[in-house]
């Protein structure tokens, strides 16, 4: 059989995917979208596997249904989790938690089509200390770096850096605080004042980095062989002269042609992880070196696209269309 279908596997709301999924309509192709968080509720599983064929079968739920035969391509966006029954006791909720996630997750795995990206690699590529290693190995200027949770080698790391530290998460930048509601954490300086507080750093895991003088910001998005850069003017604002994502109102963006050896770099280093698709953010400093800071390997592109004319979302569908024929890698 053909593979003639787009799935987007996203959560319910997700801007980027409806823009996305709306172009792939007027092109005439077939796309279904659907989030995890729909399973086993709202969203049923039906798989058969033969020795003829392999998996066939379909996935559906009240507004469409998917043939696992037909799918050419998956992009992997931001789903949710499992919703299972909150009522069950523990021990079965976390048992159903992990067969929900082998059974249907394992289905989706075993689907013979090109995923962007699979969430296999995503997970591998989102640790820092492991890009920040990457990067090195592959030739990239990287900020002096500390992960501890030891007061003493913070104070250390403190002195050794004249004071101009920063800290950063390791993980997300966020924590929820009941319902919808979330606090956000930003890169930040580490000010004297919160030596005197050293000893909570025992907590767990920190990290922080030299602060880097900036020129400018790149945001470098790379969609299989396609390299998009785009420079951020995070210095022209107190406000974002430290974490861009701040205030985006002060920003000014324009597009940035990189020299070849650092387009080549952003795709070994993608490439390094088994991405098609992966968002780096890179320092311009004022005596012109390019400093690798992270890979985000399901970053944010659409509003830079807004902003500058980019055909990102018509790059990345061009993607999906090709499936496994596509050019990821050169």
Not at 43 to 48: D, G, I, P, V
Not at 71 to 83: D, F, G, L, V
Not at 264 to 283: E, S
Request: hydrophobic letters at 40%.
């Amino acid at each position: 059989m053909s593979k003639t279908t787009i799935a987007v596997l996203t959560q319910a709301h997700d801007p980027t995917a409806d823009h996305l999924v709306s172009l792939i309509a007027k092109r005439g192709i077939s796309v279904s979208r659907f989030d995890t968080s729909e399973f086993p509720f709202r969203l049923t599983l039906e798989a058969h596997c033969a020795l003829e064929m392999g998996w066939s079968g379909q996935i559906h739920n009240v507004q469409d249904t998917l043939c696992l035969q037909e799918i050419k391509s998956i992009w992997y966006r931001r789903p949710t989790h499992y919703s299972l029954n909150e009522q069950l006791p523990d021990p079965y909720r976390h048992f159903a938690d992990g067969e929900a996630s082998k059974g249907f997750g394992g289905i989706l795995r075993s689907l013979d089509c090109l995923w962007i990206s699979h969430p296999d690699m995503l997970r591998a590529a989102s640790y820092k200390p492991v890009q920040l290693q990457c990067a090195r190995t592959l030739g990239w200027k990287i900020p002096r770096t500390l992960i501890t949770n030891d007061p003493a080698a913070f104070l250390q790391f403190y002195e050794t850096c004249q004071g101009k530290v920063i800290c950063k998460t390791l993980n997300n930048g966020f924590i929820a605080v009941g319902g919808d509601a979330y606090h956000a954490i930003y890169t930040s300086v580490v000010p004297p004042e919160l030596l005197h507080y050293a000893e909570n750093i025992r907590h767990t895991a920190h990290l922080f980095q030299e602060l880097i003088p900036k020129k400018i910001e790149l945001r470098v998005t790379v969609m299989g062989t396609t390299v998009f850069a785009v420079a951020i003017f995070s210095q022209a604002s107190e406000r974002t002269r430290i974490d861009w994502r701040k205030y985006y109102p002060d920003l000014r963006y324009c597009i940035y042609a990189l020299p070849e050896t650092i387009t080549q770099q952003c795709l070994a280093l993608v490439r390094h992880f088994h991405l098609v698709y992966g968002t780096i953010d890179l320092i311009l400093t004022p005596g012109g070196e390019y400093v690798f800071l992270e890979l985000n390997p399901g970053g944010q592109y659409l509003w830079l696209e807004q902003q500058t004319g980019l055909p990102m979302t018509d790059t990345l569908i061009d993607l999906l269309i090709a499936g496994k024929d596509a050019e990821v890698y050169g």
